[in-house]
């Protein structure tokens, strides 16, 4: 078995080498992410934990990643530890290690010293994080130091990012309220144990009352991490707020972006989808390019698209002619089209066209229904 197997298998000495290959920058780490994704990951819940040195991230993510455990997710945490270059060692991980106990497969360390680069860092936490989404983890949690750019890069990794304040922070709230307003999902009043949660909680909301950042403000939870208290409450905030960014920004990942089904008629397939199902019809054009009119009815994340020829020598005449009225093509969007164009041409299968760009700037390839199972496939550079 080669090493993507391995991990595929659930080997974790093999994950531990993967993420040493991308740490080092080895070309087998991409290697080993392109195969591992070649079958399409399901994309993990990745959490982003910041806050200043020793207000408790460590802890507080030991208990967060045991109570995923508890509901049986599986979790991997990336520690981007800058004390690791002194200390010479991998002392985070090794707290939580020590915390959680050695032995659960389900709860796999790692980290990462920052060694100064701060690119080099958010290119490599971003792999790591690739890494044990296509290994297969539910949950993957990024904990990092203060509020500087790598941790704002970081942050952009993350479906969700927790901010941790502690009491007795005074002045610090309004003094790193510009980097944290914009990246904080949720803030962790953590340490609430201590005098003066209250005030920190305050000051938090008179910050946010100032900021105009579209959406729901973040929520406040305040926690005690070594007892685990205010830590099911910070779970439940977490599964509010991916839902809260997703409809703001879209997942990332493979998604079905629309079916394409050809109609003699788009007034007739409405008598259907729009009166009798109830379906809104959001945009109707004809793209000249295709002679074809189209209507596009949205369907939760994804479409039906109709497709009318415009005139007889059209793509989708000739589709009706032959194969008569129904699904003529599966659209989905993918994270990096140029990739998956490498890969497919690799692999030998038909596509019918180069890259380009079609209506509203966005870029796709079709593949021939001989390499995908019988189906046409449309794919999709999704928005970045
Ligand atoms: N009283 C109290 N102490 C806490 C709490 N959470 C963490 N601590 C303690 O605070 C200290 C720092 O905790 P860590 O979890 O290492 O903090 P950290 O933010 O990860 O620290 P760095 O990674 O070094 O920045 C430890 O001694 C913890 O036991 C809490 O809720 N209450
Ligand atoms: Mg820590």
Redesign the pocket.
Known sequence: MDLAQRIAAGDLRALARAATYIENRDARGEEVLRSLEAGGVREPLVLGVT????????????RVARAYRQAGRTVAIV?V???SATSGGA??GD?IRMQSGLGDPGLFVRSMATRGAHGGLAAATANLVRLFGAAGRDVVIV?T?GVGQAEVDVARLAQVTLV?L?PGMGDDVQAIKAGIMEIADVFVI?????AGADQVENEVRAVLAMNDRAGPPPEIVR?????G?GVPELLEAIGRAPRRSRTFAPARGHAIDHLGIAVESIEAALAFYRDQLGMTVASRETVEVENVHVAMLPAGESRIELLEPASPGSVIAKFLEKRGPGLHHVALRVPDLAAAVERLRAGGARLLNEPRKGAGGHEYVFVHPASTGGVLLELIQDAQ
């Not at 953590?190 to 201590?194: L, Q, T, Y």
């Open positions: 806050g200043s040195p020793g207000a408790g991230k460590s802890t507080l993510v030991d520690a530890d800058p004390s002392l985070l707290r904990e130091v941790v502690v953590n340490k609430a144990d201590h926690t005690v991490a070594t007892r208290e």
